[in-house]
């Protein structure tokens, strides 16, 4: 991602993007990211079905231990441990798709200011979820009148466009440190004038006394200077 300290410029940078992106997303990377690895789900039945016949494999493979049947016990340990495999393979498929693969793309989006997270292609390229809007413009709301030309462009975006889930979750990220770096200043700003109140109080109640500084002076009398001869 380009490395923008502010959330308002990087909030910015993003929109004014927005259109390179998504002619981005129409080429070759983009595409394959979307067509091949969106299209890939993790099939609860089927998981469902793979997670039960493991689980009956397991009881077969307790009855046989407990019978002495060595042939059961062999016929429960490998249908659990086909389908034990199988279940834990789909389990792990959106991970590994999301770990290997969103890195790879990344190398092209960040020029856009958006980041590929560890979550399934198909959501990442989907469309953003109502609530998810819902959420996105009530933290919005709490922005600052500096951010009044995001709101709007975002506001005229947000329901209408055809900007996927990873765009909008990356103006959510922006939003949040906006919001983060608002509070810390509204923090630094109360600390601050609670400091200049209690400073102000303890003068009020302190009388510094004016002290007279007494310096010493030394006389030097004739006799100083007079030799030791004459000296009584």
């Known amino acids: 991602m380009n490395k923008i300290s502010d959330p308002l410029a990087s909030a910015n940078y993003l929109l004014a993007q927005r259109e390179a992106f998504q002619n981005w997303s129409q080429g070759r990377l983009a595409r394959w990211h979307q067509n091949w690895l969106g ?5 609860a ?4 079905f793979c997670g039960l016949v493991s689980l ?3 009881g077969l493979m307790a009855m046989g231990i407990s019978t002495h049947n060595k042939e059961l016990t062999s016929i429960g340990m490998g249908v659990g441990s086909v389908c034990g495999g199988l279940f834990l393979g789909m389990m792990i ?3 590994c798709v999301s770990s290997w ?10 020029k856009y200011n958006v980041r590929f997270h560890r979550l399934p292609a198909k959501t ?3 469309e953003y979820p109502q609530e998810k809007k819902t959420q996105l413009l009530s933290q919005m709301a709490q922005l600052d009148e500096r951010w009044d030309t995001v709101k709007s462009t975002a506001l005229a975006l947000i329901d209408g466009s055809d900007l996927p889930y990873v765009w909008w979750q990356q103006m959510e990220e922006i939003v949040n440190w906006g919001l983060t770096e608002q509070q810390e200043q509204k923090l630094q700003v109360q600390q601050k004038q609670a400091f200049l109140r209690a400073q102000e109080h303890v003068q009020l109640q ?3 006394p004016n002290v007279e500084v007494q310096t010493e002076h030394h006389v030097e009398t004739q006799t100083d200077y007079a030799p030791k001869a004459f000296r009584l």
């Not at 299209?39 to 099939?43: A, C, E, I, M």
């Not at 693969?101 to 960040?110: A, F, G, L």
């Open 39 to 43: 299209s890939l789900s993790l099939g």
């Open 45 to 48: 039945i089927g998981a469902a």
């Open 56 to 58: 009956g494999g397991a």
């Open 93 to 95: 498929e959106n991970w």
């Open 101 to 110: 693969c969103n890195p790879v793309i990344n190398r092209q989006s960040t």
């Open 124 to 126: 990442l390229w989907g």
């Open 206 to 208: 302190v009388h510094v």
